[in-house]
Structures are given as C-alpha cells and as structure tokens.
C-alpha cells in the first residue's frame, strides 16, 4: 500500500517491474514455481484453472499444480482442491474428499473452507455442528456465514444467543 501511495507499481516484495505481456508474466511465475513457491505453483494452478497469461484452459493440469501446491503448504490450494472436488471440476465429484480437503484447510485457519464445511453439514441436517463452523467463520468475519445464521434463527434451526454471539463476533 505504501509503495502504490509512493506510485511506485513495482512487485512490493522484490521491487521488479510489472511484467507488460502475457509471457513476461508467465516466465516470472514459472521463476518462483521453479523454486518450489506454493504461492506460485497455486497461483499458475489458476493460471491454467481460467486460461488465462496467453495459456489454454485445462482443469487437470490445474488440479496437478493445486495437489503440489497444497503439499508444499497452500492453505488455498487445499481450498481449492476442496472446491474441485465439490465441483467435479479434473475428476469425478466427491463430496467426501471435499469435506477432507475444507477441513484441513479449516484447521489451519482457512475461513471460507470453515463455512463450506457448515454448509455441508445444513446438508445433512446436522445443523448444531452447522453452525458451530458458521460460528467460527462469521466471527473471523465472513459475511455469508454471518448471513447463513440469521437465516437458520430465523428458520428456527439456530437460537438467539447464537445469532448474538456471531453478530457481536
């Protein structure tokens, strides 16, 4: 934020350029995966998930680079292997291995894996765990959490203490 108040436009963390093209970018992403970066490697993941930087769309490889991702340590790439298994998105939809995937994800803070999980546990109408993980989130401040507890008060599935405490959260 600083350096964009300095108009400085700059990468923040290492002061290089802002690529101008499709390859430039691509070949300073494909520098930090190299180097094993789990930021980098998920974020090329995206790159080939959307096609975008001049490359063609292709979910599997996207699924590849989101698993190495997630092994190195990604937070998000555990989301987002979470949501491509929710999904069907590189292979068959498994609801199962989403949960496995939000919840570790939930474990190590991630807040919107957290109100996945709560989602589906109001799908298998388990709505005291439901909205124990809408609980979590909404007091780190995610808004649709928030949002799923008002309507579970007001559906009578949640009580009003419940809703306080995630409005005062």
């Known amino acids: 934020v600083a350096s ?10 290492c002061r290089t350029p802002i690529p101008e093209n499709d390859a430039d970018g691509l070949a300073m992403i494909q520098s930090r995966v190299a180097k094993k970066d789990p930021a980098a490697i998920h974020h090329l993941g995206e790159v080939f998930l959307f096609g975008s930087h001049g490359l063609q769309k292709d979910v599997r490889r996207a699924v590849e680079l989101y698993t190495e991702a997630a092994e190195l340590g990604s937070i998000e790439a555990l989301f987002d292997l979470g949501l491509s298994y929710d999904r069907g ?4 939809e498994d609801k199962a291995k989403a949960v496995e995937y939000f919840t570790k994800a ?3 803070g991630h807040v919107e894996s957290r109100n996945h999980l709560g ?7 388990n709505c005291d765990r439901a909205v124990r993980h809408l609980l979590i989130s909404a007091k780190l401040g995610y808004k649709d959490s928030l949002e799923s507890i008002k309507n579970m008060y007001t559906a009578g599935l949640a009580t009003k203490d419940q809703y306080a405490e995630a409005l005062t959260g």
Not at 89 to 92: A, C, H, N, S, V
């Open 119 to 125: 989602y589906f546990e109001v799908g298998k109408v």
């Open 4 to 13: 964009q108040k300095k108009d400085m436009l700059d990468c923040p963390f």
């Open 89 to 92: 998105e590189g292979f068959q």
């Open 106 to 108: 939930a474990m190590q």
